[in-house]
T-cell receptor
Framework: KAGVTQTPRYLIKTRGQQVTLSCSPI?????VSWYQQTPGQGLQFLFE???????NKGNFPGRFSGRQFSNSRSEMNVSTLELGDSALYLC????????????FGPGTRLTVT | GIQVEQSPPDLILQEGANSTLRCNFS?????LQWFHQNPWGQLINLFY???GTKQNGRLSATTVATERYSLLYISSSQTTDSGVYFC???????????FGKGTHLIIQP
């Protein structure tokens, strides 16, 4: 089985712009979660989608949003980028949700200048 | 929310040594996973272990859920074992994984 894939792998944006990241889960997995990793805050949960519905949300501002499509692929959008949004964004998939084993993609490294 | 503490934060060992990494958590958990983060940032699954003991080659893990801790054992360390090891849990509120700050392991030849 192919693993979790994320595109793009690297991205450079300017403050004030918006960005969309994409994640394709493992075939058959219906839950997709997003995480942000920064040197200061470590790894933090952004949100989880299951069957096209946001099921859980972490403590991030409304500039961070996402969606899931009928084929379980997910996108994450960050609007009005700030310098502090520079981070590694990781996507994870699991069969049914957070309580089951989660598998991570390679990540998208976003740099905001 | 649930708190996760990992110890030690840093560990430097010689090749061939054994090591024990600890993860304490503050509440009951539905999920506990150990990961190794490679130099490119990807999290590699080591164990899914909300309770009990598992072994995979030179690595093994034990979670004592009633006492709210988990241990990751690495035997006969190799330089390729270097990197950051994370423990992550999902508490009863079933939000996403809450990660510890990690243990940075350096294996010297």
């Amino acid at each position: 089985k192919a693993g979790v894939t994320q595109t793009p792998r690297y991205l450079i944006k300017t403050r004030g712009q918006q960005v969309t990241l994409s994640c394709s889960p493992i075939s058959g997995h219906r839950s997709v979660s997003w995480y942000q990793q920064t040197p200061g805050q470590g790894l933090q949960f952004l949100f989880e989608y299951f069957s096209e519905t946001q099921r859980n949300k972490g403590n991030f501002p409304g500039r961070f949003s996402g969606r899931q499509f009928s084929n379980s692929r997910s996108e994450m959008n960050v609007s009005t980028l700030e310098l502090g949004d520079s981070a590694l964004y990781l996507c994870a998939s699991s069969y049914q949700g957070a309580s089951l084993e989660q598998y991570f993609g390679p990540g998208t490294r976003l740099t905001v200048t | 929310g649930i708190q996760v503490e990992q110890s030690p934060p840093d560990l430097i060992l010689q090749e061939g040594a054994n090591s024990t990494l600890r993860c304490n958590f503050s509440d009951s958990v539905n999920n506990l996973q150990w990961f190794h983060q490679n130099p490119w940032g990807q999290l590699i699954n080591l164990f899914y272990i909300p309770s009990g003991t598992k072994q995979n080659g030179r690595l093994s893990a034990t979670t004592v859920a009633t006492e709210r801790y988990s241990l990751l054992y690495i035997s006969s360390s190799q330089t390729t074992d270097s990197g950051v090891y994370f423990c992550a849990v999902v508490g009863g509120g079933a939000d996403g994984l809450t990660f510890g700050k990690g243990t940075h392991l350096i294996i010297q030849p």
